[in-house]
């Protein structure tokens, strides 16, 4: 009985490890690999996405912190009309920047994208400088808050 359970173990390991391998000699997956210039647009469009979204976390903490912030200050007799303004304006920024990635997330089809290479390679285009245009955005009103709350 030992003997067979031995074998059967042997079989299943060679069988499990005998499967093709889809990963090229530097360890990328196939399915990672850009095959075209479309392709490498539309990786480059998602990253940015990934990197505006990843930011979404921050853009809501600041954008509370500046309205806590504004709501202490109008609590207040005296109040700085300076850093009032201040504070609407980053709010201003912070929302803007949010729903302009919202709008874009939303406008976003890549099943409009054509049949053709070429069509592709033009939508991805503009989708990329629209996303380079949103993560700018982003990173200017976070940058703008850091400006109050990290001295």
């Known amino acids: 009985m030992k003997v067979f359970i031995l074998i059967i173990s ?19 997956n196939n399915a990672s690999v850009a095959k075209t210039l479309s392709d490498s647009l539309y990786k480059s469009v998602m990253e940015g996405h990934d990197r505006g979204m990843a930011k979404m976390g921050e853009i809501v903490r600041y954008k509370k912190l500046a309205q806590q912030k504004k709501d202490a200050l109008t609590q207040l007799k005296s109040k700085g009309t300076l850093q009032l303004s201040t504070l609407d304006s980053v709010i201003h920024d ?43 955005r982003i990173n200017n009103s976070i940058q703008k808050a850091r400006q109050i709350f990290i001295p």
């Not at 079989?11 to 360890?27: A, I, R």
């Not at 874009?104 to 989708?127: I, L, Q, S």
């Open 10 to 28: 042997g079989f299943l390991f060679f069988g499990c490890n005998s499967g093709t391998n889809h990963e090229n000699e530097h360890g990328e």
């Open 94 to 136: 912070l929302d803007y920047a949010e729903t302009i990635m919202n709008k874009w997330m939303h406008e976003f089809d890549p099943d409009k994208a054509g049949n053709t290479e070429e069509e592709k390679t033009v939508f991805y285009k503009k989708e990329k400088e629209k996303v380079d245009t949103v993560e700018a």
